[in-house]
Each structure stands twice: as C-alpha cells, then as structure tokens.
C-alpha cells in the first residue's frame, strides 16, 4: 500500500546559492524536512513525500521523498530519478524500529533531505551580472571622490580647491601619471597642483570622470 504524506508535513529549512564566473556555474543547495507523523501506525507502508522544489532561478526542480521500511530495495527507489541519485546509507529495519537508536520520537520521524544542484550560466546571466558589477563600482568609485578619503594631493583650480588621491590620477591620466613620478616636480614635492585656464565646473566633472568613468554633464574635454 503506497500512502502520499499532506502537504503541510514537509518545509523548507535552508536555502543557499552562489554564481561562479570563473567556472561559469551557478550552484544552488537546499534543505527540507519532512515529518511523518503516528509512525506506528503508518509503518510497513510506502509512504510518499509531497514533491518539493528549490523554487529558486531557473533549475525548474521537482523532488519526492519515499519512505520503504520493509522494503530490501529502498536503495533502488532514489537511483529511480533521471538524476541518478546514488544512495548508500539507507537504515536497516532492525536499526530503524530499535527505541534507543531513537529515529522515531514521539511518534513522528522527520527526514531531512539536502540537494546541491549546479548549472552553467547563460550568456544573459553573465552579461546582466557584468552590467551589475560595473554600475556598482562607478558608484563605489564616486563615494571615494565625493568623501577625499585618502586624498593625498591637492588641486587648485580658480577659488576652489579639489582634495585627489595621486595614484588614481597617475593611472588615469598621463600627464598626472608624468607629474607625480619625478620627485622633483614642486607639484610632488609640495602634494599641491595648480591649474590654470581651465573653469572650477569643468575640472570638477573632469575628476568624476577619472573617478567614475561616468560624464553626464562634460560634452568635451581632454587634457594631454
């Protein structure tokens, strides 16, 4: 006689995932419990979890749990999936019915079951997290210019003064990068640059762009 559990005896308890560029993989683990509840009363029947899904991305999973306490073959029942799920540590009879190995409590006997399922990532996945990965680090990159942590040199512009940081502008620009590289230039020996000829608002989107990357407002400027 083949029994099918309700609904409401199995949970979801953990769910983790992670996406792997390197490899490309995505990798998703998950743990539910199922309880079977009056396991007396129930026992020497199959009984049938509720199917269960990870629920998560596009694995598009679908799982079921059997339970065959008299059964020799409980090993063949999880290698039936197309996953080919092999299952080597199955619980004798005599193991499971003794009390003081304690599997059954208060009459309930809760299985917990973990899959960790992996999949490679499509194009779309990589391109979008890509996308993700540069806005978030334009944005990173703009906090530091807008909070002048670790500015080290200090630029004059007009009557305003602009607090940089010397590796950041000597990795963008090459007339920084040739700047602070001679110990001699008064510019390196006193931390402090002077610009002329050029207006406090167009420096000042200038630095963002060495920063960020991003000029929403600069329509043309370029310094050799």
Not at 9 to 20: R, V
Not at 86 to 98: A, L, P, Q, R
Not at 167 to 172: D, N
Not at 208 to 222: A, Q, R, V
Request: charged letters at 30%; proline letters at 2%; a negative charge.
């Amino acid at each position: 006689m083949s029994i099918v559990a309700d609904s409401d005896s199995i949970k979801l308890t953990t769910i983790k995932s992670n996406q792997d560029t390197v490899t490309g993989m995505e990798n998703c683990e998950f743990t539910y419990e199922w309880t079977i509840k009056n396991c007396n009363e129930v026992y020497g029947d199959k009984i049938k979890s509720p199917s269960f899904s990870s629920h998560y991305s596009g694995f598009d999973d679908e799982w079921i749990l059997t339970f065959c306490p008299t059964d020799d073959q409980s090993e063949y029942i999880f290698r039936e999936r197309l996953e080919k799920i092999k299952w080597d540590g199955y619980i004798s009879t005599s193991d499971f019915v003794e009390p003081e190995n304690g599997y059954v409590q208060n009459n309930e006997l809760k299985i917990c079951c973990t899959i960790t399922m992996s999949k490679k990532l499509t194009n779309k996945s990589n391109v979008i997290s890509s996308i993700d990965a540069r806005k978030q680090l334009s944005v990173d990159w703009k906090k530091l210019f807008l909070s002048e942590k670790s500015a080290d040199v200090t630029i004059k512009v007009g009557q305003k003064s602009f607090r940089a940081i010397k590796g950041i502008l000597a990795v963008r620009s090459p007339v920084f990068a040739a700047m602070f590289s001679h110990e001699k230039f008064k510019e390196n020996e006193k931390n402090e640059v002077v610009i002329e000829d050029v207006e406090e608002d167009v420096f000042e989107e200038f630095l963002h762009f060495i920063y960020t990357g991003e000029s929403p407002k600069l329509t043309y400027y370029c310094v050799t």
